[in-house]
């Protein structure tokens, strides 16, 4: 499906805050015609808000991560949790044949801990119901007590050049899952989260 430019998967946005602005994808990830829709300060509303110039590019790969700048403005996990939800129904809507990555909120300083794992465990159980991979981004990137590895960031928030590869580290893998699932397979069965282990 290549036409000369790009790769041959087609077009990959890269869609999200700062975390994804500030990444030299190109470079990272050569062969993937990628486009940065991060910018700076973006909360999960922002990117419902910009997600048709995102739909308007019609990419074959979307890559999410959003949400830790919505905890900076004391946004609820259920109000994260719903806009993402927004954003995946609507890219699915849209781009019924994309291949969609939801990538956890990252860590930050350990006391929005508690605040993320709700919301990545919420991300986890809805991402299926859209036929969307999931790319759990916490084992790679947190301490025991949920703080950002400080060997990942100066400021406890953004990432630095260990950071960065740490995530490019596991976001490849996860690229190549995503674009595996069918795109409109039936959603994956869930475990059973109730009960004793």
């Known amino acids: 499906m290549s036409d000369g430019w790009g790769s041959e998967h087609g077009a990959l946005a ?39 110039a ?13 949400g830790t700048n919505d905890l900076a403005w004391r946004r609820s996990a259920e109000h994260v949790v719903r806009n993402i ?4 129904v609507t890219l699915r809507k849209e781009l019924p044949e994309a291949r969609i990555l939801v990538q956890s909120v990252l ?9 993320i794992r ?9 991402a299926p119901t859209v036929h969307a991979a999931w790319l759990d981004l916490w084992p790679a ?3 025991e007590d949920g703080e950002l590895n ?3 960031t100066d400021d406890r928030l953004h990432l630095n050049a260990e950071g960065y590869r740490a995530w490019l580290n596991e976001l490849v893998p ?7 699932l069918p795109p409109n397979s039936r959603a994956i069965q869930l475990p059973d989260l109730g009960g004793a282990a």
Do not use: K
């Open 14 to 52: 890269l869609v999200g805050d700062s975390l994804t602005q500030g990444g030299d994808w190109a470079a990272w990830l050569p062969g993937e015609d990628v486009r940065n829709f991060g910018v700076a300060g973006d909360t999960t509303d922002d990117v419902v808000a910009r997600l048709g």
């Open 118 to 126: 709700d919301i990545n465990r919420h991300l986890w159980q809805f």
């Open 107 to 115: 860590p930050r300083g350990h006391e929005f801990a508690d605040q």
């Open 174 to 180: 996860g690229l190549e899952r995503a674009r595996q």
């Open 141 to 143: 990137m947190a301490l």
């Open 54 to 66: 995102v739909i308007d590019t019609q990419p074959a790969t979307i890559a999410l991560l959003i």
């Open 85 to 88: 939800e927004t954003i995946l």
């Open 150 to 152: 400080p060997a990942y």
